[in-house]
C-alpha cells in the first residue's frame, strides 16, 4: 500500500543485497548501529569502529546489517562509502530513535541509529541479533527529571538478543536493571553474575541468569522467544576495564552547568570523559563494541547449529 508520496514499505525500507540473500536463505545476521559512528566518537574514529565491528561479525560467520536513515531510506546494511557518509556527517547527523525514523526519512535527512531505533528496524526486516556498546536505560535523576530511554520498549517488544557491555555507565544502572525485569527482559550474564558496568567489568547488579558459552545464549534466546517473550540482554564485561565513576559525576554535573539536555548528554559526557581520562575510555570503548559485535555473531551462528 502506498502512500501520499508514493512510497511504500519495501522502498522506505531498503535492504541491502546480502543481507537481503542472508536473511532468505537463513544465515546469521547482526545488527549494528550507526549512532556510535556519527555521536560516540571523535571525527574519523567512528567509521573505523564501525568497519572493525562488521569484520568482527564476519570473522564469526555472521552477515552484519548496519543500519540508519539515508537518503530517504532506513537502510539495512550500508556500504563502506555510505558508512563514510555517517562519520563525515558526525555530529550534525540526527540521532535516530523509534520515533525519529519516518522523520528522518521523509525530510531526507541523515539518521544515526540508536539501539532503540536500530531494534525497530530488526522488528521490520526480521533480524534476531543486534551488537553495541551498552544500551540506554534510566537516566540519574529520574526523580527530579523523569528520563528513560526509548531503548527500553524496543527491547521489551523486539524478539532479539543485543549484546553490549550493561547499559551505559553514565545512567542510573541499578534502575536499568529493574526496569529491564518489570519489563520482562532477560539480562543474561556472559560468563559472569554481575551486570558489566560499560567501562567497568564489575560492581553493577545481578544478572537474571549466567551463561558460559555464546551455544547456550543461543539455546535461551531461542526458548525465550518460542514462549512469547520478546527481547533479551547479554552482557559481555569488557576485556581491559576501567574505573571511571568519579568522572562521570564531574561529566554529568558539567552537563548541568552547560545547559546539555535530552540526547546531547551521552555525547558530551563521553567527550568529557575522552579527555579527562587521556583517551583510555576511548580505546575501552572502541574494545568493547568490536568485541560485543563478534560475540553477537557467535550467538547467531550458533543458534543456526
Not at 522506505?12 to 540473500?21: C, N
Amino acid at each position: 500500500m502506498s502512500g501520499p508520496d508514493g512510497r511504500n514499505v519495501t522502498e522506505l525500507l531498503r535492504i541491502g543485497p546480502e543481507v537481503q540473500q542472508a536473511l532468505h536463505e537463513g544465515h546469521p545476521v547482526v545488527a549494528l548501529e550507526t549512532t556510535l559512528i556519527s555521536h560516540g566518537f571523535p571525527p574519523g574514529v567512528g567509521v573505523e569502529v564501525g568497519l572493525a565491528a562488521e569484520s568482527a561479525v564476519r570473522s564469526a560467520g555472521a552477515v552484519p546489517a548496519t543500519i540508519g536513515v539515508l537518503d530517504g531510506a532506513v537502510a539495512v546494511g550500508l556500504a563502506a562509502d555510505e558508512l563514510e557518509r555517517f562519520g563525515e556527517a558526525g555530529a550534525g547527523a540526527r540521532k535516530a530513535g523509534p520515533r525519529d525514523l519516518a522523520a528522518c526519512a521523509m525530510q531526507g535527512a541523515i539518521g544515526a541509529t540508536t539501539v532503540g531505533g536500530t531494534l525497530a528496524v530488526c522488528r521490520l526486516a526480521g533480524i534476531r541479533f543486534l551488537g553495541t556498546g551498552g544500551i540506554g536505560g534510566v537516566h540519574r535523576g529520574f526523580a527530579e527529571r523523569p528520563d528513560v530511554s526509548a531503548d527500553m520498549t524496543e527491547l521489551a517488544r523486539t524478539p532479539a538478543l543485543v549484546v553490549g557491555s550493561g547499559a551505559k555507565s553514565l545512567l542510573d544502572v541499578p534502575a536499568t536493571a529493574e526496569a529491564l525485569e518489570t519489563l520482562g527482559v532477560p539480562v543474561l550474564g556472559y560468563r559472569t553474575d554481575e551486570l558489566p558496568l560499560f567501562y567497568a567489568a564489575a560492581g553493577g547488579p545481578p544478572v537474571s541468569a549466567r551463561v558460559e558459552s555464546p551455544e547456550e545464549a543461543a539455546r535461551i534466546a531461542h526458548a525465550h522467544w518460542q514462549l512469547g517473550g520478546a527481547g533479551l540482554l547479554l552482557g559481555n564485561p569488557p576485556e581491559h576495564g576501567v574505573d571511571v565513576e568519579p568522572l562521570i559525576e564531574e561529566g554529568l554535573a558539567a552537563a548541568t552547568t552547560q545547559g546539555v539536555t535530552g540526547q546531547a548528554v551521552t555525547p558530551f559526557v563521553l567527550a568529557f570523559l575522552h579527555e579527562r581520562s587521556g583517551g583510555r575510555t576511548l580505546e575501552v570503548n572502541r574494545e568493547l563494541i568490536v568485541a560485543n559485535a563478534g560475540l553477537a555473531a557467535e550467538v547467531a551462528a550458533a543458534t543456526r547449529s
